[in-house]
């Protein structure tokens, strides 16, 4: 199995199915079939078989997947099961958020440093780190292999961040700052925005708003029994 | 246009391509097609195309989508061309970085009360309200009209705290926690994973160290020139 045979469009599926499997595992499920694992994630089967194909993954007709091996072979696949060192930039609520972060070490990425600008943050222990001067950047990217960037800090200033986070060598960078960065073709750039849950949210609070306003009106409403599209 | 008739998957993917259209927006970028909006979100672009269809936006042959209107269309499928009142449980680093977070008030998302349990944090103000205390949810919830909670408090107490939402008449709930939750069916439920773009950016960057170390053998190193797949 070659990592570059895998298409972009998989690679941003792959840690969805993940999410899934680790739940299902933990309701201690150990087959899935691909239609349920494709209901779950918001895909159809087909691609699910697909893209599980590139991991040379087959499943049994009739029983579905190993839950645990499908485990082992997406995580082996995005690179998880070695540990990658991160190091987190701004260490305002949500850097100081992530820094404490379960989720993240769970997946095997290691916060190995905390930097900011602050000099009432510089010294101060979070998380069992030292909070160091974002001037020691490129020191500590080598001396920890620092993999990936976490950029946590206000949007004036993200994009200068960004800029020191490439010079002292760093290859991909996780943007949680609500604006647009600009970086080298060789830098993996990828944003976070907290809100696009919200939006999938809103979309079903809106129609049971309007499904509750249609029963009112004497119609039959359906709350508490809406089916699910697939 | 129905809300019920847009597919959960469809759903799903709108606020990606939201996201990619307000960025381009920002660019001042006035019509895209199908095609860059399809790399950018990391679907085929016949599949671009189906989904904006059941908003019934179609583009125009040889010039693409116009991006405000496609913003708008989005918007108003999605239910953000009004206001939902949220209401934050949990105000530790988490909760306070949510609280803040200017991502929610672009999109429309309101936070109208913050809840904890804590004593030493009832009472103090954050980001222009007073926390309350978490008893107070069910008249909080009444007078604000509270659409969606937002749960933001230790794995341990997740539980507890989404069945007091619910209890409350809560019919949307956001879970940061790393944790499984259970709720009635009558409820929507979503899970904001912040590991999930990191495992993104992990297999790039496995990728990226494996063409080094081919370089390093004699081979032709590609970094810094990789194409993107699509």
Known sequence: MSARAIPE???QRLPVYLRILV??????TTTISSEALAASAGVNSAKVRKDLSFLGSYGTRGVGYDVDCLIH???RALGLTHDWSTAIVGLGNLGQALAHYGGFAQRGFRIAALLDVDRD??????????VLHVDEIERVVKEEEIAIGILAVPERSAQEVADRMVAAGIGSILNFAPTL???PDHVSLRKVDLSIELQVLSFYEQ???AEATLGERGQHGE???QPEPT
Chains 1, 2 share one sequence.
Do not use: F, K, N
């Not at 739940?23 to 201690?28: C, I, N, P, T, V």
């Not at 943050?121 to 030292?130: D, K, N, S, W, Y």
């Open 9 to 11: 469009a998989t690679v």
């Open 23 to 28: 739940d299902m595992a933990g309701r201690s």
């Open 73 to 75: 072979q997406i995580s």
């Open 121 to 130: 943050l510089v010294g101060q222990r979070m998380a069992g780190l030292e």
């Open 181 to 183: 960065l600009s970086v």
């Open 207 to 209: 129609r049971r708003q």
């Open 223 to 225: 709350r508490g029994e």
